[in-house]
């Protein structure tokens, strides 16, 4: 098709457009980078604000979950799909670094491929046959994979531990420094928290993420548009799982000891739930999901039981009021906010 | 040169019969026209050719390959590409993010590759790049559509009423971008119900009804003939 041509043909103008502006809200790149850079510093710096061992257990399990977030991110966020598995997926990279380190002696750096590759490997069985229906249909099978994973861990006899589950030793030292160290570890899972948030934004910023994206917003537009959009929901679902069991992997180290209700369907149903709160098309999404679900508790001095029925009742609050989760909602309020002050 | 072949395709739901049979033949520089009453089998037809259904019988070959059954991204890669009788976008992204996921995916030879700004710019949405769709009026939204399947690189495009919901001055907006196609090495196919649109842009009318073809030929001729008249204005007493 040749449209140099075209150029001179007296083409009618589009309608205007309705009202004021319209279109993604603009942003400086100081407002843009300014958030992120102190995050980044409070991430890298928290050791040096001399937090007890409590806050810095929970700032690592904060780590953990967000690197299995951010891959949830891309699949719920980017590609429209939501798995409320994720747990499941998290374990499989769990108990492989935990099995590969007893039977083949195997150590961290080893397994962290392993892990990420095993568990991309199941996403992508699991998907193969599920992500065909979708919708509705794949949550529910994500839902069930969780349940049967437990109980494949469960009567796993002494391969899986059984129901007690197993233990691993700490990663020891490397170059020099003693990861058996809680701050030294919280700086390992710091380094994936940031390597995860960086690869999340290669993936949204990329062609690749405007694919997934396509699938998100009309399927069917997109496959008569020539995307294949079987193909990119199993390849999205299985770069989730491989971000999972690297989460998993790091989550083995730190607790030491595994059992197979850490990777039920509730863990699932918590990781589901953090997703949404944060903001799962937002860069910080996953990282605030993460922070309010483990902190929350912790700040309002909340028991168990209270602390479910107070997720449940934020979940519903942010599905109402903040479709677009906590970091889209400051990011509007930042913006209503500039737009009064420049207004006066 | 005949570039879209179909032969005694059938489609069938339970025992409802969509399509009983239908030939039709289109080349790369036609407008060929597609009509007939509500649930005659129009976008039916459409649906199996672009592969969105899989026939129950019959052939259809593109460019001498067999495609009856492919999958729909994979019939979209050779160069045959549709457009949605609802006004079709992707509603949160903006103009030019929607015109370059065609255009990154799409038919993969063929016609030369255009920059989506220029297809753009072509359909007259100049200017509206960082718009995000689902916010642009209906008339907008058609053209994007038409703009989406035209950044696919089509070689042949079916258009499925693309002129539904337009008021006149749009319609003949939209005439005037589809008569250039064929001059631009797009085919086109097209459904509509405005019978002034088909008759002033068709070379051809194929008429369907109960999913069989009933008549074929230049509009004039197809629109007095007598099988068409009794279809539309009923039997005569």
Redesign the interface.
């Known amino acids: ?3 140099a041509k ?2 001179s ?1 007296d ?5 205007p ?2 009202g004021g502006s ?3 809200p603009r942003l400086t790149w100081m407002e843009r980078a300014i958030v992120p850079a102190g995050v980044f510093l409070l991430l890298i710096g928290l050791p040096w604000l001399h937090p007890g061992y409590r806050l810095l257990s929970l700032a690592v399990s904060t780590g953990v979950n967000t690197i299995a977030l951010c891959g949830l991110a891309i699949l719920f966020g980017q590609a429209g799909i939501m798995s409320v598995g994720h747990a499941a997926l998290m374990g499989v990279g769990a108990y492989a670094g935990a099995i590969l380190a007893r039977d083949l002696d195997m150590s961290f750096w080893a397994a962290l491929p392993c892990a990420a590759l095993l568990a991309a490997a199941v996403a992508g069985l699991v998907g193969l046959p599920s992500l065909r229906v979708g919708g509705h249909h794949f949550v529910i099978i994500t839902f069930a994979l969780c349940g049967l994973f437990t109980i494949v861990l469960t009567n796993g006899g002494a391969f899986t531990g059984a129901a007690t589950g197993l233990d691993i030793a700490p990663i020891g030292t490397v170059f020099g420094v003693n990861f058996s160290k809680l701050q030294n570890l919280y700086l390992l899972a710091a380094a994936f928290v940031l390597a995860s948030i960086g690869l999340m934004r290669l993936v949204m910023t990329s ?1 690749y993420g ?2 997934l ?2 699938i998100r ?2 399927e ?11 193909l990119h929901k199993i390849v999205a679902f299985m770069i989730s799982g491989a971000f999972a069991g690297v989460a998993g992997l790091v989550q083995v180290y730190f607790l030491q000891h595994i059992s197979p209700d850490l990777y039920g369907a509730f863990p699932s149903v918590y990781i589901a739930l953090m997703v949404m709160l944060g903001g799962p098309r937002m860069l910080l999404g996953p990282l605030m999901g993460a922070f309010i679900v483990t902190f929350l508790p912790e700040v309002l001095n909340l028991d168990p039981i209270d602390a479910r029925i107070a997720y449940g009742v934020g979940l519903i609050l942010v599905i109402l009021l903040l479709p677009g989760g906590v970091m889209a909602g400051l990011a509007h309020l930042y913006l209503s906010c500039r737009r009064c002050v420049v207004r006066s | 040169m005949i570039a879209l072949e179909v032969k005694g395709l059938r489609k069938t739901f339970g025992g409802v019969v969509a399509l009983d049979g239908i030939d039709l033949a289109v080349g790369l520089d036609d407008i060929v026209g597609i009509v007939g009453p509500n649930g005659s089998g129009k976008t039916t037809l459409f649906n199996v050719v672009t592969g969105a259904l899989k026939p129950s019988a019959g052939s259809v070959r593109w460019l001498g390959e067999e495609i009856g059954g492919m999958a729909a991204y994979q019939i979209a890669r050779k160069g045959l590409v549709r457009t949605f009788q609802q006004a079709m976008s992707f509603p949160a992204l903006t103009v030019r993010e929607n015109a370059l996921i065609a255009h990154e995916h799409g038919a993969r030879s063929g016609t030369r590759a255009v920059v989506p700004d220029a297809l753009l710019r072509f359909v007259g949405l100049d200017g509206r790049e960082d718009e995000i769709a689902g916010s642009m009026p209906f008339g907008n939204l058609r053209r994007l559509g038409l703009a989406l399947a035209l950044a696919a690189r089509p070689r042949l495009l079916l258009l499925d009423e693309p002129a539904a919901g337009l008021n006149d001055s749009e319609t003949e907006q939209l005439a005037g971008i589809i008569r250039r196609l064929p001059g631009l090495g797009v085919g086109v196919c097209l459904i509509d119900h405005d019978m002034n649109l088909m008759t002033s842009i068709c070379q051809r009318l194929i008429v369907l009804d109960f999913g069989a073809k009933i008549a074929e030929g230049r509009p004039e001729d197809v629109l007095n003939d007598r099988k068409v008249m009794e279809v539309y204005l009923g039997a005569p007493t």
């Open positions: 098709m040749d449209l075209t150029e043909l083409l009618p103008q589009a309608e457009a309705k319209v279109g993604a062609s405007r694919t994206r396509s917003e009309n069917t537009l997109a496959a008569a548009l020539g995307v294949n959009v079987g």
